[in-house]
């Protein structure tokens, strides 16, 4: 059964960092690479997606927003892919969900219609 897992979240004052991490597992032929990213959905808002990295390339995609702050990476012999958030913001505040699409990226990475699967989120807090 796939399955995501997302951990790291917590509470950090502006200008802080956090590293967010997100296991996933039960992915049929994942070895060949598919499709994963980070979303951030703010209280009241949107879910909205923040940076991308397709598993077999380690090719990646940021929003402007979370540019030259955020770094997502990938371990693959760990089934894991973090996202390093750096002099953050308290706009940066909500919950940060992983998505994945094992079949590849077949629309604009980040998009949440390109993603099938979701985890269960991990909140961030951003404030003085």
């Known amino acids: 059964r796939e399955q995501l897992v997302e951990s790291g979240g917590g509470a950090v004052q502006p200008g802080g960092s956090l590293r967010l991490s997100c296991a996933h597992s039960?992915?049929?032929?994942?070895?060949?690479?598919?499709?994963m990213g980070w979303f951030h959905q703010a209280p009241g808002k949107q879910r909205e997606g923040v940076a991308a990295?397709?598993?077999?390339?380690?090719?990646?995609f940021y929003a402007d927003s979370v540019k030259g702050r955020f770094t997502v990476t990938q371990d693959n012999d760990k089934n894991t892919i973090y996202l390093q958030m750096n002099n953050l913001k308290p706009d940066d505040s909500g919950v940060y969900f992983c998505a994945a699409s094992p079949q590849g990226w077949r629309g604009y990475p980040l998009n949440r219609a390109t993603y099938d699967y979701w985890g269960q989120g991990t909140q961030v807090t951003v404030s003085s």
């Open positions: 039960g992915f049929a032929d994942s070895s060949s690479g598919m499709g």
């Open positions: 990295i397709y598993t077999g390339l380690g090719r990646t």
